[in-house]
């Protein structure tokens, strides 16, 4: 018995990992890490030294040869090093996007100059990796009175301008959420416009929004009171409305709401960019601010950007006012 498992485990060793030399056979790493934890892309092949590249990308788009592509600066190349006989690895420094920021990647291996050449299979599948946040990491609980001021606005939630994009109940849930955080009250439905001087408190989109500018909070005072505070969020907007974080072309949802909020709740100082606040005065595309530990901000840290070699994840800019 088991001399026989011995040659089998023999006979297994002794094969090649698959029939053709120059596949590429992913033994790391799995479909989710936590974020910070190490990170090694194994690639089995008999390929030569220094012919395996590990491509990383925010999206799963990948062009006619089935490489993965999109914009540039939202994908990654590294060069596989030889780990031991048969496997390449690209361990990835602690410093880099890759571990800092959670969310959704692509990658996948292939093979480059001479090797390529003649390869059944140079370039190899497209693997999703998910990064996580800790649950107890994640953005929740009370925002006063440690980023401003605690509000008590009642407040309606408009239903016109809608984006297709955006599931109407999953908005209510994030307004009703972000709004709790800062002791405001998101109410139910109308159909009155937000943005417009009505006599009603109201939060939705509106097409007036300029672009580059995310949302417009709006106090409208009549006589020293404030008679309504409404909330436009721009409805042409790339809106990624959750729970996933935002792919690198798409604006957060809920990061936005907490911000404009915390508007409607009294605070309407900014604070700088990066630092840890959801009252910034700038977000870009793939970047959040959920809570003190849930947050994501591009190139804020040098070690992020040293990392990460010849490439960034490029991050759009929009003013948030
Ligand atoms: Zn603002």
């Known amino acids: 018995m ?34 910070g934890a190490p990170l090694t892309f194994a690639v089995r092949t008999d390929a030569p030294d220094g012919s395996v590249v590990v ?31 048969g496997l390449q690895v690209w361990s990835v420094p ?14 996948q291996a292939y093979l480059s100059g001479d090797a390529a050449t003649g390869a059944e299979e140079p370039i190899g599948p497209v693997q999703q990796l998910v990064v996580t946040v800790p649950m107890a990491d994640r953005g929740r ?29 999953r908005f209510k849930a994030l307004a009703k959420k972000a709004s709790s955080r800062w002791g405001l009250r998101a109410q139910r439905w109308t159909s009155v416009e937000a943005g417009v001087q009505d ?31 409404d909330l436009a969020l721009r409805a042409d907007e790339n809106w990624a409305a959750g729970p996933d974080y935002p792919g690198l072309d798409q604006i957060d949802l809920e ?3 907490i911000h404009e909020l915390g508007h409607m709740a009294g605070t309407k100082r900014h604070r700088p960019r990066c630092a840890n606040s959801p009252m910034i ?19 804020c840290t040098s070690g992020a950007r040293a990392s990460s070699v010849r490439k960034t994840l490029v991050h759009r800019l929009v003013r948030m006012d």
């Not at 990383?56 to 006989?85: H, K, Q």
């Not at 602690?94 to 959704?104: F, K, N, T």
């Not at 008590?152 to 109407?168: M, R, W």
């Open 2 to 35: 088991r001399r026989a498992l011995a040659s089998l485990l023999f006979a297994l060793l002794a094969l090649p990992a698959t029939a053709s030399a120059q596949s590429l056979e992913y033994a790391a790493p799995t479909a989710s890490i936590s974020r």
């Open 55 to 85: 491509r990383v990308s925010g999206s799963d788009e990948v062009d006619v040869a089935g490489l993965l592509t999109g914009p540039e600066g939202t994908w990654v190349d590294e060069t596989a090093m030889p780990a031991v006989e």
């Open 94 to 107: 602690a410093s880099s996007i890759l571990r800092q920021r959670p969310g959704h990647y692509y990658w």
């Open 141 to 169: 609980g009370k925002l006063f009175p440690r980023f401003g001021r605690r509000g008590g606005t009642a407040f309606y939630l408009s239903s016109e301008n809608f984006p297709a994009t955006v599931d109407g109940a």
């Open 199 to 229: 006599g009603y408190s109201v939060a939705g989109f509106s097409s007036r929004v300029p672009r580059g500018v995310l949302g417009v909070q709006t106090d409208y005072i009549r006589g020293g009171r404030v008679i309504e505070r």
């Open 255 to 257: 990061s936005v709401l």
């Open 281 to 299: 005065e700038a977000l870009g595309a793939g970047e959040w601010w959920r809570g003190p530990r849930d947050k994501w901000f591009g190139e």
